[in-house]
């Protein structure tokens, strides 16, 4: 419907309803930025603060880039904390969490609605030095350091037009407010394409730099067992997510030479439950004897199984690698949070 591949006549008024109610959105977008602009409701933490954020509604690859500046910032010694909204949280954590809990056992996460308010547990409770942010552009009621911005390279405006007709949560201009930006899964779509990406955000926010990455697949995980990736290559596997960008998922395994027999998308954040699982070995048994199934690790958090189906059952770790401009992305976050790059 949004990406207007839905041509019928119901589809063509629904779509132009969509676009006039992004009208009083958008006011109310220009005008809660103008307010905080001003300082209205902003709260400081007393520490520094690091936002990952993006302007489009989906999947850019957040968790990874979170994963990756937490990481960066306890190799120069500093206590960390991430705070997070928790959409999709269950029993007080979400699936993002819970990933970054497997991959960052040594970072806590604190989730809630009200992000100001968790800055004080996460200082009193943690001792916490710096915080990150994730998912918090928007969330301009704690004030931060650095704003990083994620523009993933194969959607980057969300079908050019705010919500609800498109999938911008503000306008491109919002890209002015960023210390540094990040176009993400760059190599999923031609060079020209990042190049000519690269242009239009120069256009928008000319004196903020601009880093390119790769959301590259690190191992396969089930657990307490690691496999490399090159050891499914060639054979028949079934895959399924619940995550903001599943045709991402499917990318990444189609570039590793994994024959995809059946695939399967849930929802972003999908809750599973017992029904869901049993739906999901009466799919799996469907594969040959001798498949695998593959899933996210975000996903794979919430059910913690090694099989489905009598087929392995295997998470596929996903980290944030930079193809261009690491170094003054790295530069950038350690001068946020008070460190310099050569020192530990």
Same mark, same amino acid.
């Given at each position: 419907?949004?990406?207007?591949?839905a041509?019928?006549?119901?589809?063509?008024?629904?779509?132009r309803?969509?676009?006039?109610a992004?009208?009083p959105?958008?006011l109310?977008?220009?005008?809660?930025?103008?307010?905080?602009?001003r300082g209205?409701?902003?709260?400081?933490?007393?520490?520094?603060v690091?936002?990952?954020?993006?302007l489009t509604?989906g999947?850019?690859?957040k968790?990874?880039?979170?994963?990756?500046?937490?990481?960066?910032?306890?190799?120069?010694?500093?206590?960390?904390?991430?705070?997070s909204?928790?959409?999709?949280a269950?029993?007080?954590?979400?699936?993002?969490a819970?990933?970054?809990?497997?991959?960052?056992?040594d970072?806590?996460?604190?989730?809630?609605?009200?992000?100001?308010?968790?800055?004080?547990?996460?200082?009193?409770?943690?001792?916490?030095? *710096? +915080?990150?942010?994730? =998912?918090?552009?928007?969330?301009r009621r704690?004030? @931060?350091?650095? &704003?990083? /911005?994620?523009?993933? $390279?194969?959607?980057?405006?969300?079908s050019?037009?705010?919500?609800?007709?498109?999938?911008?949560?503000?306008?491109?201009?919002?890209?002015?407010?960023a210390?540094?930006? *990040? +176009?993400?899964?760059? =190599?999923?779509?031609?060079a020209?394409?990042?190049? @000519?990406?690269? &242009?239009? /955000?120069?256009?928008? $926010?000319?004196?903020?730099?601009?880093a390119?990455?790769v959301?590259?697949?690190?191992?396969?995980?089930?657990?307490?067992?690691?496999?490399?990736?090159?050891?499914?290559?060639?054979?028949?596997?079934?895959?399924?997510?619940?995550?903001?960008?599943?045709?991402?998922?499917?990318?990444?395994l189609?570039?590793?030479?994994i024959e995809?027999?059946?695939f399967?998308?849930?929802?972003?954040?999908?809750?599973?439950g017992?029904?869901?699982?049993?739906e999901?070995?009466?799919?799996?048994?469907d594969?040959?004897?001798?498949?695998?199934?593959?899933?996210t690790?975000?996903?794979?958090v919430?059910?913690?199984?090694?099989?489905?189906?009598?087929?392995?059952?295997?998470?596929?770790?996903?980290?944030?690698?930079?193809?261009?401009?690491?170094d003054?992305?790295?530069?950038?976050?350690?001068?946020?949070?008070?460190?310099?790059?050569?020192?530990?």
């Amino acid at each position: 419907m949004v990406r207007g591949t839905a041509r019928d006549p119901a589809a063509f008024l629904l779509r132009r309803a969509l676009w006039l109610a992004r009208l009083p959105y958008g006011l109310g977008v220009w005008w809660r930025n103008r307010r905080f602009d001003r300082g209205h409701d902003v709260h400081r933490a007393g520490v520094p603060v690091i936002c990952i954020g993006n302007l489009t509604v989906g999947g850019t690859g957040k968790t990874p880039c979170v994963e990756y500046v937490a990481r960066l910032l306890r190799e120069h010694d500093l206590r960390v904390a991430v705070l997070s909204r928790g959409y999709g949280a269950e029993a007080g954590r979400n699936d993002e969490a819970m990933v970054l809990e497997e991959n960052l056992p040594d970072v806590p996460h604190y989730q809630g609605a009200d992000r100001v308010a968790l800055v004080q547990t996460a200082i009193e409770e943690s001792e916490s030095e *710096v +915080l990150v942010l994730d =998912d918090g552009f928007q969330h301009r009621r704690l004030a @931060r350091d650095l &704003d990083i /911005v994620l523009i993933d $390279a194969t959607d980057p405006w969300g079908s050019g037009y705010l919500l609800p007709r498109g999938g911008l949560r503000e306008s491109r201009q919002g890209l002015r407010r960023a210390g540094m930006i *990040v +176009l993400t899964r760059c =190599d999923a779509v031609a060079a020209s394409d990042v190049d @000519r990406l690269r &242009d239009e /955000v120069r256009q928008i $926010a000319p004196e903020v730099g601009i880093a390119r990455s790769v959301h590259a697949p690190l191992e396969l995980t089930n657990g307490e067992s690691r496999a490399i990736v090159e050891s499914i290559r060639g054979k028949p596997v079934g895959a399924f997510c619940g995550i903001g960008n599943p045709e991402a998922f499917r990318r990444t395994l189609t570039s590793l030479g994994i024959e995809i027999r059946l695939f399967r998308e849930f929802p972003d954040h999908f809750a599973y439950g017992r029904e869901d699982v049993d739906e999901l070995r009466r799919w799996a048994a469907d594969l040959p004897a001798d498949a695998l199934v593959v899933t996210t690790q975000k996903d794979w958090v919430k059910l913690r199984l090694d099989d489905l189906g009598g087929r392995p059952l295997w998470a596929l770790r996903i980290g944030l690698q930079f193809t261009q401009g690491q170094d003054e992305f790295d530069r950038t976050v350690l001068q946020a949070a008070g460190r310099k790059r050569d020192s530990k």
